[in-house]
């Protein structure tokens, strides 16, 4: 199946990206396909503001677009504002990699004229060139879900498909697919600097936090004592990372701490945090956005996964080792555990710490 237009025809392309941090970095290998495609049209993308660093230092995006939901497009005259700015770049194709029936809305309302994207969520009438989700993709990995689209709408040979059957060539999807500039990595060496990292022990990033919700973390406490081992038995200097939001959570793992770590929660930007993780020899996390840019930026990653699925939004760095155990109801895809919150008990300290320091002695 191929998209039925001459792809030479568009001159300017909108893309509407997903709304997460860690969706935003499984779209990369995307984003290069679609560049494939379209090398010399302007490539948009529409993306919330929280997100849209990460395009920003895209070399397969030309500019962003950003949706501000929460301020000048809330509600409906700040969404028929932003139906106006979309509309005025005239548009000649919309690629809605985002699956809400919104994101086709306003790309009609905007009368873009070729609107293609999977035909989801009632938005089908809404798109001139829908396809249909293939079951067996859902079952892959989420970077061959939006892969899929572009492989279905534009090209006879579905590419995506073939090389999630290869491990190979699994592993070298994120390379050089998170580019920092030098001002921005001097920019996050500077932060550490300020923050009293020396830089002569094992500098180890922790993100405790998950946006989706509590059922994806684990405890605090126990974070706190493998932070306290890697402090005294190797070495180890720890930053927290996390959003404004898991200020509290950072705060409570210091609580149970021995030893004083470098605390970051929302005390930086999404490019400061990619500067700063890529400094790290290690970064233990549970399953969210950062784990996705820490595996998009080749550094080592402990996951704990409990509610979730591994197979499916797992890290792809080669260097990645998932942490999980196979209960009765895991992964349940649920925010909060209604039960016992059995798949994250279940790991246990000792084996997080002997994880943590073989990732570590294989860095060094």
């Not at 070729?114 to 079952?139: E, N």
């Not at 405790?208 to 974070?223: C, D, I, Q, V």
């Not at 994250?344 to 084996?351: C, D, L, R, S």
Request: aromatic fraction near 8%.
């Amino acid at each position: 199946m191929t998209i039925g237009f001459k792809e030479k025809n568009i001159r300017r392309l909108l893309i509407r990206g997903p709304n997460w941090v860690g969706d935003s970095v499984m779209v990369i290998p995307a984003l290069r396909e679609i560049r494939k495609v379209f090398p010399t049209t302007i490539i948009t993308a529409l993306v919330l503001p929280w997100v849209s660093d990460i395009y920003k230092i895209s070399p397969w995006v030309d500019e962003v677009l950003i949706y501000d939901r929460d301020g000048k497009h809330a509600g409906i005259s700040g969404r028929l504002r932003l139906v106006r700015t979309i509309a005025k770049r005239k548009f000649d194709a919309a690629l809605l990699l985002q699956n809400a029936f919104e994101a086709a809305l306003l790309a009609r309302l905007a009368r873009i004229p070729i609107r293609a994207g999977y035909k989801r969520d009632g938005r089908g009438w809404l798109l001139t060139h829908g396809v249909l989700v293939d079951q067996s993709i859902t079952k892959l990995h989420q970077i061959f879900y939006y892969w899929d689209l572009v492989d279905q709408l534009f090209r006879k040979k579905r590419i995506g498909l073939e090389i999630s059957k290869n491990p190979v060539k699994i592993q070298k999807i994120y390379n050089n697919s998170l580019p920092l500039k030098n001002d921005l990595l001097k920019t996050g060496h500077q932060i550490l600097h300020n923050e009293g990292i020396s830089f002569n022990g094992k500098l180890v990033g922790i993100n405790p936090g998950a946006s989706f919700g509590s059922a994806k973390r684990w405890l605090t406490n126990r974070y706190a004592e493998v932070l306290d081992r890697l402090i005294k038995e190797q070495n180890a200097e720890i930053v927290i990372f996390g959003s404004s939001s898991e200020l509290t959570i950072a705060n409570e793992i210091c609580q149970f701490m021995k030893y004083r770590p470098v605390i970051l929660s929302g005390r930086t930007s999404l490019s400061h945090l990619m500067a700063l993780i890529s400094f790290c020899q290690l970064l233990i996390t549970n399953d969210s956005g950062p784990m996705h840019l820490a595996s998009a930026l080749q550094v080592p990653t402990l996951a704990l996964f409990g509610s979730t699925n591994e197979i499916t939004t797992g890290p792809l760095n080669p260097l990645s080792v998932v942490l999980n155990k196979k209960v009765e109801c895991s992964p349940c895809l649920l925010r909060e555990c209604p039960i016992d919150h059995h798949c994250m008990t279940e790991i246990t300290i000792e084996e997080v710490y002997q994880k943590a320091i073989k990732i570590l002695q294989k860095t060094n």
